[in-house]
């Protein structure tokens, strides 16, 4: 596919056309891994298990909670445009659906069915694709667990980090020498007036 | 109450978010963004007595917000919370979205735009409104209020002493750099906000400056579009957004004004321009330039701790100009936690043996100068359905050779600066432990998604100039070349990129024109 009518349908819209995805071994079921813990903002329920279990692959480590990286997931992609957050539920879906993976991958189960390593071997293959759609896919899902597990100051320890350095006492406040006298005046009625400003 | 904080407590400054009804509004001008460009104009207007609102899409924020934690400071400062890239997903854009603008978030370094890139718009751009001599008094006044000055090597910490020695020692030309700080104690935290003001952005220069001199601020406000009836802009009509920043909360603005700036950036400002239907003739949002950039990892037996001090003290323009062939610069990165999980390779363990290292790690970039080559056309920025805007930036062939190139230069300033091992930021990762194999560097799959790349400095898009039919603003006084009322004042301006870190050139630019704009009034 030329890469002006890919951009055309959109980039993720694109991969689903191209991949077809909703009959046969596209019906086959999730694994439901776990619940989400609260409201989802963005994802649908089943891409959140596939992202649940994406997180459990790119963040394997004891002290990493899946389900916590994968709600942390769902309320960052509240910025980003409506467009984009139709796209990552239906990169979630491609990415378990096992009809493109027997096509692209060789694989006859979805996703959150596989074992372990058989589940870092598709994203292995997602890395490696020839499809530009593939390649940024896996970017996309990777750098979402990795942030929002490397943003908590739980992880600092491991990789030696020990965490932003005291400021206290630093604050520095110029902008221009003395106070201007509509503020003053504004700061003495707002005390008088005992509210906010209006 | 310290003067920013009474400041941004006055009446003066209005809160998107709080409005209980449709607010109506109306100036004399209305600047619309509150980065390098806006900040400038809404400032210098006002103390030429101008009304003058101020109208920003993101937050205002303070140190208070500025913790040096990314998780809490990366949703509020950057756009989309740092999740925007190109429509293939293949470049990371860097972008700030708070009162202050980029300004707020980026890494402090100044350069005044080199004069023969001002020389060269002349001849090849048709921009004949101003020359590098017109520029020079702005410069210097910039650099007073923003406290810009070269720092000394002594202050450079240990991530750009690498990349400076390590130049040196193979003979490249290495500097250390100018930084819009005073009193600055060297957190290391420019990119999550200065948590102790140091830091000479907008948000505690200008932005304040233009309050103080009679200026009104109204922000989380998103400009929808602007109408245009009989050659002017009559209207701006805007979205009211929640605390959040993202969320509509239903309410909306109108603003009124004799003129309106756009001062959105080089990706917001064709946005704005899109939706309002004034494209010129399909010039808005064509040659939008990036600097696009990629990096090198080098590590090393002592600990680098590339996250405490000046992320950015050296740089080496050795490789600036290559002729025909791409040229790009060295400059440092300051590694967070957040930020460096991202960009490193691999997931699962693999990703995490990487990241063992992270405190012994330099990360230094390479990076591009696009836009000055017929086969560098740059990006586009379109809308989506929905208008907001979509940046597609195709990765031609020149900036790939560009890209491996400098893949190569980069790691042999790492070792040269004694570097036990250099990973390039390809998934999967090659690893060098000598630079004698830094050609193996020529086997890696140089193509969209296969190594991360990343624009912090957006430029172009609203290209200035005297022929409307490669511009659109003049060049004289950046007006746009129908609408006698609307002016465009950010990084969208340039026909080019700079080959040099953009901040100052935007400042400088736009109080020289903000400067006859109230000459002119």
């Given at each position: 596919?030329?890469?002006?009518?890919?951009?055309?349908?959109?980039?993720?819209?694109?991969?689903?056309?191209?991949?077809?995805?909703?009959?046969?071994?596209?019906?086959?079921?999730s694994?439901?891994?776990?619940?989400?813990?609260?409201?989802?903002?963005?994802?649908?329920?089943?891409?959140?298990?596939?992202?649940?279990?994406?997180?459990?692959?790119?963040?394997?480590?004891?002290?990493?909670?899946?389900?916590?990286?994968?709600?942390?997931?769902?309320?960052?992609?509240?910025?980003?445009?409506?467009?984009a957050?139709?796209?990552?539920?239906?990169?979630?879906?491609?990415?378990?659906?096992?009809?493109?993976?027997?096509?692209?991958?060789g694989?006859?189960?979805?996703?959150?069915?596989?074992?372990?390593?058989?589940?870092?071997?598709?994203?292995?293959r997602?890395?490696?694709?020839r499809?530009?759609?593939?390649?940024?896919?896996?970017?996309?899902?990777?750098?979402?667990?990795?942030?929002?597990?490397?943003?908590?100051?739980?992880?600092?320890?491991?990789?030696?980090?020990?965490?932003?350095?005291?400021?206290?006492?630093?604050?520095?406040?110029?902008?221009?020498?003395?106070?201007?006298?509509?503020l003053?005046?504004?700061?003495?009625?707002?005390?008088?007036?005992?509210g906010?400003?209006? | 109450?310290?003067?920013?904080?009474?400041?941004?407590?006055?009446s003066?400054?209005?809160?998107?978010?709080?409005?209980?009804?449709?607010?109506?509004?109306?100036?004399?001008?209305?600047?619309?963004?509150?980065?390098?460009?806006?900040?400038f104009?809404?400032?210098?207007?006002?103390?030429a007595?101008?009304?003058?609102?101020?109208v920003?899409?993101?937050?205002?924020?303070?140190?208070?917000?500025?913790?040096?934690?990314?998780?809490?400071?990366?949703p509020?400062?950057?756009?989309?919370?740092?999740?925007?890239?190109?429509?293939?997903?293949?470049?990371?854009?860097?972008?700030?979205?708070a009162?202050?603008?980029?300004?707020?978030?980026?890494?402090?370094?100044?350069?005044?735009t080199?004069?023969?890139?001002?020389?060269?718009?002349?001849?090849?751009?048709?921009?004949?409104?101003?020359?590098?001599?017109?520029?020079?008094?702005?410069?210097?006044?910039?650099?007073?209020?923003?406290?810009?000055?070269?720092?000394?090597e002594?202050?450079?910490?240990?991530?750009?002493?690498?990349?400076?020695?390590?130049?040196?020692?193979?003979?490249?030309?290495?500097?250390?750099?100018?930084?819009?700080?005073?009193?600055?104690?060297?957190?290391?935290?420019?990119?999550?906000?200065?948590?102790?003001?140091?830091?000479?952005?907008?948000?505690?220069?200008l932005?304040?400056?233009?309050?103080?001199?009679?200026?009104?601020?109204?922000?989380?406000?998103?400009?929808?579009?602007?109408?245009?009836?009989g050659?002017?802009?009559?209207?701006?009509?805007?979205?009211?957004?929640?605390?959040?920043?993202?969320?509509?909360?239903?309410?909306?603005?109108?603003?009124?004004?004799?003129?309106?700036?756009?001062?959105?950036?080089?990706?917001?400002?064709?946005?704005?321009?899109?939706?309002?239907?004034?494209d010129?003739?399909?010039?808005?949002?064509?040659?939008?330039?990036?600097?696009?950039?990629?990096?090198?990892?080098?590590?090393y037996?002592?600990?680098?701790?590339?996250?405490?001090?000046?992320?950015?003290?050296?740089?080496?323009?050795?490789?600036?100009?290559?002729?025909?062939?791409?040229?790009?610069?060295?400059?440092?990165?300051?590694?967070?936690?957040?930020?460096?999980?991202?960009?490193?390779?691999?997931?699962?363990?693999?990703?995490?043996?990487?990241?063992?290292s992270?405190?012994?790690?330099?990360?230094?970039?390479?990076?591009?100068?696009?836009?000055?080559?017929?086969?560098?056309?740059?990006?586009?920025?379109?809308?989506?359905?929905?208008?907001?805007?979509?940046?597609?930036?195709?990765?031609?062939?020149?900036?790939?050779?560009?890209?491996?190139?400098?893949?190569?230069?980069?790691?042999?300033?790492?070792?040269?600066?004694?570097?036990?091992?250099?990973?390039?930021?390809?998934?999967?990762?090659?690893?060098?432990?000598?630079?004698?194999?830094?050609?193996?560097?020529?086997?890696?799959?140089?193509?969209?998604?296969?190594?991360?790349?990343?624009?912090?400095?957006?430029?172009?898009?609203?290209?200035?100039?005297?022929?409307?039919?490669?511009?659109?603003?003049?060049?004289?006084?950046?007006?746009?070349?129908?609408?006698?009322?609307?002016?465009?004042?950010?990084?969208?301006?340039?026909?080019?990129?700079?080959?040099?870190?953009?901040?100052?050139?935007?400042y400088?630019?736009?109080?020289?024109?903000?400067?006859?704009?109230?000459?002119?009034r």
């Open positions: 596919m030329e890469r002006r009518t890919f951009l055309k349908r959109g980039i993720l819209g694109g991969a689903v056309l191209l991949l077809g995805g909703s009959l046969g071994l596209g019906l086959w079921p694994r439901v891994i776990a619940l989400p813990t609260r409201a989802l903002h963005v994802l649908d329920a089943k891409a959140f298990q596939v992202l649940v279990a994406i997180a459990s692959r790119v963040v394997p480590m004891p002290d990493a909670d899946p389900v916590a990286i994968a709600h942390a997931v769902d309320e960052a992609l509240v910025r980003v445009p409506s467009e957050q139709v796209d990552i539920n239906r990169l979630l879906k491609v990415f378990e659906n096992a009809l493109p993976g027997l096509i692209l991958d694989r006859t189960a979805p996703f959150t069915r596989l074992p372990s390593t058989a589940q870092d071997r598709v994203l292995e997602w890395r490696d694709s499809l530009v759609m593939r390649r940024g896919g896996y970017h996309a899902l990777r750098k979402l667990c990795l942030g929002a597990y490397y943003g908590d100051s739980k992880t600092w320890k491991r990789i030696q980090y020990p965490g932003p350095p005291d400021t206290a006492g630093f604050d520095f406040d110029d902008s221009k020498a003395g106070t201007p006298a509509w003053t005046a504004e700061a003495a009625r707002q005390k008088t007036d005992g906010a400003a209006p | 109450m310290t003067k920013l904080a009474a400041v941004r407590a006055s003066k400054v209005i809160d998107g978010s709080a409005a209980a009804s449709d607010l109506d509004l109306s100036a004399d001008t209305c600047v619309v963004g509150s980065g390098a460009g806006g900040a104009v809404a400032a210098t207007l006002a103390e007595g101008v009304d003058v609102l101020l920003e899409e993101g937050g205002y924020y303070t140190t208070r917000d500025f913790d040096m934690r990314e998780a809490d400071t990366i509020k400062l950057y756009q989309e919370g740092m999740q925007r890239t190109t429509a293939d997903l293949a470049i990371s854009v860097l972008q700030g979205r009162v202050g603008g980029t300004t707020v978030v980026n890494w402090t370094t100044s350069f005044r080199p004069e023969d890139v001002v020389d060269l718009w002349a001849k090849r751009h048709h921009v004949g409104g101003f020359g590098y001599a017109d520029l020079v008094p702005h410069y210097e006044k910039v650099e007073e209020r923003l406290s810009i000055h070269k720092v000394d002594a202050s450079m910490n240990r991530n750009n002493r690498k990349l400076f020695d390590g130049c040196k020692a193979l003979g490249w030309q290495a500097d250390t750099l100018r930084r819009n700080v005073y009193s600055c104690m060297q957190t290391g935290y420019c990119g999550t906000g200065c948590p102790i003001n140091a830091k000479r952005s907008m948000l505690v220069t932005v304040p400056d233009a309050l103080d001199a009679g200026a009104r601020l109204l922000f989380r406000c998103r400009v929808d579009r602007l109408d245009a009836a050659g002017e802009i009559q209207t701006a009509r805007a979205t009211l957004l929640d605390t959040e920043g993202y969320a509509v909360t239903g309410k909306r603005a109108t603003i009124r004004a004799k003129r309106f700036v756009l001062s959105g950036g080089a990706i917001n400002s064709p946005a704005v321009l899109l939706r309002s239907g004034l010129s003739g399909g010039l808005v949002g064509k040659r939008t330039f990036l600097h696009p950039a990629i990096g090198s990892v080098g590590t037996e002592e600990r680098i701790e590339a996250f405490y001090g000046a992320p950015q003290s050296a740089a080496s323009h050795q490789f600036a100009r290559r002729g025909a062939e791409v040229g790009f610069f060295l400059e440092s990165v300051p590694s967070y936690p957040l930020l460096m999980s991202t960009a490193m390779p691999g997931f699962g363990a693999t990703h995490a043996e990487r990241m063992e992270f405190a012994k790690n330099a990360i230094h970039a390479a990076i591009t100068i696009d836009g000055f080559h017929d086969d560098v056309p740059g990006g586009v920025v379109r809308l989506r359905p929905s208008g907001a805007p979509l940046l597609d930036y195709p990765i031609v062939p020149a900036l790939w050779e560009a890209f491996r190139f400098a893949q190569k230069r980069l790691a042999e300033a790492q070792f040269a600066s004694g570097a036990r091992s250099v990973t390039p930021l390809h998934d999967p990762p090659l690893v060098l432990t000598q630079a004698s194999d830094v050609d193996r560097f020529d086997a890696l799959p140089w193509e969209p998604c296969r190594v991360p790349i990343f624009t912090a400095h957006q430029m172009g898009g609203c290209a200035m100039g005297d022929d409307p039919k490669s511009s659109v603003v003049r060049s004289e006084d950046l007006r746009h070349h129908t609408l006698k009322n609307l002016f465009v004042v950010d990084g969208s301006v340039f026909p080019t990129s700079l080959g040099v870190n953009p901040q100052e050139s935007i400088g630019l736009a109080r020289l024109m903000a400067t006859r704009m109230a000459e002119r």
